[in-house]
């Protein structure tokens, strides 16, 4: 007789996989976060804009030659769903390839660099930097099975404690030293920590090989060249802002770009990095595939509008409390390139939909496009008005792109505008509504003698911007009839975990 015992249990549907896989990754990204933030606001205090500046030039080409040593191989094994040990081997071994000669090429490029920038610490700052990059080529490619089997609680583990090492080493030698090496240091730590983790965590122990070297470059140069047209569009910014404005206009603008984006880079990241693999396993089913695509944007703008845009409206506040007084000029950055943040957010997902098609040239010429159009407005904006203006070419570029990149989208799909619309227009009215009362409050608390301390304010701006973004949401789903979307999908997990609750708090029933 076959007893329960004997029964397998049903395994995890897809979509469940798929919501514990956002579930942890957002995690991440909330851990990560708080990590960084609470390292942000040790280090501008204990260190100087110029401090910040000058690791960004040097970042500015490492993050080049990163971009040019990185195939994105692991995209391509995720996206081949039968990929064995001739592919993972080789891919492991093309990866320490290309960073050993990314280490060689930044061994070459210090001192030109330096020139470049008229910043001679510049030279060894770029060589130590170096050092990390020939090590990150050794990462154990079998991590990669962590997303492909949709293991992210073992991604979660491996991401966060690299980046925990990081900041254990960062901010005491920020006390100790006070200037920019605490980051250069930290950032090397994190590199090695990388490394040891991945093979104190997966059990796969690659091979040098090179067989598969055809296969995997097929799918992969496109990959690159991606890679290539996004880093070009961040770091020419970075470049000319660096030899316009030197190392204080480069540490505002930076830090002002990484803080104002954390709705995409923190948010809505981790939600693209689990749903890529569930697209790679629907990505012959159009229909299907459709269906979750819309399932996710609603999510994304539900989220990453509202963040986004509290942020701008916020940002009086935001800047003295977390930074100081020093990053004051930061302001007028951080609302612009909040917006632009949030327009941005809405195409971060476009990525994964077009690697799970198996079609990477769509996303190379979209690509090429944002390129071209940041660069061609970067460039004269910078030399006319400084960081502002740079900020605003950002801005202006992204938005008048956007309905060219959706529109392509769209047609692949075969998506009405409509249904894409109707997935937008609750986030978009009820995130706009929100910025508009926001602002004019963080205004009033600035000007009027209300006797608040200015993170009390804060505190109370967010709190209302909150507020009042739920109830505008909350009526317009009611007004639509309550329609399927991110509204539902959210309290149905929360009335599901309430009910969960519930349950595990009654007593067990006698024997």
């Given at each position: 007789?076959?007893t ?18 956002v579930?942890w ?14 390292s942000?606001?040790i280090?501008v ?10 690791v ?28 064995g ?5 080789t ?28 910043e ?9 930097l ?26 979660f ?5 690299s ?24 950032q090397i ?5 990388q ?23 097929n799918?992969?140069?496109w ?14 910014t ?9 190392p ?16 995409t ?6 939600i ?9 396993r ?16 609603s ?10 845009l509290?942020?701008?409206a ?48 769509v996303l ?39 309905p ?23 986030p ?24 608040l301390?200015?993170?009390?304010s ?5 709190a ?15 007004l639509?009839?309550?329609?399927e ?14 009910a ?12």
């Amino acid at each position: 007789m076959t007893t329960p015992d004997d029964i397998d249990p049903p395994a995890p549907s897809l979509a469940s996989q798929t919501a514990r896989g956002v579930i942890w990754m957002v995690l991440f990204k909330l851990a990560v976060r708080s990590l960084s933030l609470v390292s942000t606001l040790i280090l501008v205090r204990l260190l100087s804009p110029e401090d910040f500046g000058l690791v960004a030039m040097a970042m500015v080409f490492i993050a080049i030659l990163d971009t040019l040593s990185s195939f994105s191989f692991d995209v391509v094994l995720i996206a081949n769903q039968d990929a064995g040990r001739e592919e993972y081997d080789t891919a492991w071994t093309f990866n320490i390839i290309f960073k050993t000669a990314s280490m060689l090429v930044l061994l070459a490029l210090a001192y030109p660099a330096a020139l470049y920038y008229d910043e001679p610490r510049v030279t060894v700052l770029m060589a130590v930097l170096a050092v990390g990059q020939f090590a990150s080529g050794f990462i154990n490619i079998g991590t990669v099975n962590f997303r492909k089997r949709m293991e992210f609680d073992k991604e979660f583990r491996y991401m966060f404690l690299s980046k925990v090492a990081g900041f254990l080493v960062t901010v005491p030698l920020a006390f100790i030293l006070r200037n920019y090496w605490a980051l250069i240091i930290g950032q090397i730590v994190n590199q090695f920590a990388q490394v040891a983790l991945s093979f104190g965590m997966d059990a796969y122990r690659p091979r040098f090989r090179l067989s598969a070297w055809r296969g995997l470059f097929n799918f992969s140069k496109w990959l690159i060249y991606c890679n290539i047209c996004g880093a070009v569009r961040q770091r020419a910014t970075e470049l000319i802002i660096g030899r316009a404005s030197g190392p204080r206009g480069l540490g505002f603008f930076n830090i002002s770009l990484e803080l104002s984006n954390t709705p995409t880079t923190e948010l809505i990241a981790p939600i693209n990095r689990a749903v890529f693999p569930a697209y790679a396993r629907i990505s012959n089913d159009l229909a299907t595939l459709r269906t979750g695509y819309l399932k996710v944007i609603s999510i994304i703008s539900l989220i990453a509008l509202p963040a986004a845009l509290g942020i701008a409206a916020t940002a009086p506040l935001i800047v003295p409390v977390a930074l100081g007084e020093k990053w004051l000029p930061t302001i007028p950055l951080f609302v612009v390139l909040s917006f632009t943040g949030a327009v941005a957010s809405l195409q971060t997902n476009i990525q994964s939909v077009y690697f799970a098609l198996g079609r990477p040239k769509v996303l190379a010429l979209i690509q090429t496009m944002n390129m071209l159009a940041v660069i061609a407005a970067v460039i004269p904006a910078t030399r006319a008005a400084g960081i502002e203006g740079a900020a605003l070419a950002f801005f202006g570029a992204t938005v008048l792109l956007s309905p060219i990149t959706f529109a392509i989208l769209l047609n692949d799909l075969k998506l009405s505008v409509r249904a894409f619309l109707g997935e937008l227009w609750r986030p978009v009215f009820g995130s706009i509504l929100m910025y508009a009362v926001t602002a004019y409050l963080t205004d009033w608390l600035i000007a009027s003698n209300h006797g608040l301390a200015t993170l009390a304010s804060l505190v109370l701006a967010i709190a209302a911007g909150a507020v009042i973004y739920t109830l505008t949401i909350l009526i317009l789903w009611a007004l639509s009839r309550r329609p399927e979307g991110a509204e539902s999908y959210i309290l149905a997990i929360l009335t599901n975990r309430w009910a969960q609750f519930r349950a595990s708090r009654r007593p067990n029933p006698s024997p």
